[in-house]
């Protein structure tokens, strides 16, 4: 069975910083690999994904994601935070077989700061 | 384009009565999922359609939960009866469905259930 582990349930950060969220997976295959996310009172959205190919993905609105199969991580970076970042960010498995079976983590509440 | 559309948006209930959420998908979506998310977890899928044919139901409690797409396009999401577990955010999300595993869910607003 795939997982995902969401280091940090909440993370704070100053308007400019680094931000750093962490994701683990679990899977007996190579997975799939997703970042969403989710403002308050609305649906997810689709931040990044990595199926194959170059291990450095980027995303919408700066955001960037690496896949190390060797630490069977996915972490989410953006190198300066701005007030709208502040948001629920889901990290997600998928098998790379059949159809796409989205498995969430319990997600990482980022918190900006002035 | 517009969006995934859901309704209702909020809906309160006493435990063991029953619900109904009914979801509209982007047009031409052929891939339909419904999601719970209970507070402080993420989505958890209870159920996917392409078109009108079950892909995958193994997480839906099918003792109290029932869905269906009849037409292959919009789908309601039963509960019968509701317990005080089943409050949560009930999310819709769609997918072309031409690719796959590599596509975009596009998911709706939800639906926030509070049962009583």
């Known amino acids: 069975a795939q997982s995902v582990t969401q280091l940090g349930s909440h993370v704070s950060v100053s308007e400019g910083a680094l931000v750093l969220l962490r994701c683990n997976y679990s899977?007996?295959?190579?997975?799939?690999l997703f970042w969403y996310v989710q403002y308050p009172n609305q649906g997810l959205q689709l931040l990044l994904k990595y199926t194959t190919g170059a291990t450095l993905v980027k995303g919408i609105n700066g955001f960037e994601a690496e896949f190390k199969k060797s630490e069977t991580s996915f972490h989410l970076t953006k190198p300066s935070a701005h007030m709208s970042d502040a948001a629920e960010y889901f990290c997600?498995?998928?098998?790379?077989?059949?159809?796409?079976?989205?498995?969430f983590g319990t997600g990482t509440r980022l918190l900006v700061s002035p | 384009e517009a969006g995934v559309a859901q309704s209702p948006r909020y809906k309160i209930i006493e435990k063991r009565q029953s619900v109904a959420f009914w979801c509209n998908p982007i047009s031409g979506h052929a891939t339909l999922y419904w999601y719970q998310q209970i507070l402080g977890q993420g989505p958890k899928l209870l159920i996917q359609?392409?078109?009108?044919?079950?892909?995958?139901d193994s997480q839906l409690p099918k003792d109290r939960f029932s869905a269906e797409r009849l037409k292959g396009v919009d789908s309601t999401l039963k509960i019968q009866p509701a317990k005080l577990e089943d409050s949560a955010v009930y999310l819709c999300?769609?997918?072309?469905?031409?690719?796959?595993?590599?596509?975009?869910?596009?998911f709706g607003p939800g639906t926030r259930l509070l049962v009583l």
């Open positions: 899977s007996s295959v190579p997975p799939y």
């Open positions: 359609f392409q078109n009108n044919g079950v892909v995958d």
């Open positions: 997600a498995v998928s098998p790379n077989t059949g159809f796409q079976k989205l498995v």
């Open positions: 999300a769609s997918s072309t469905g031409t690719s796959r595993l590599r596509e975009t869910q596009y």
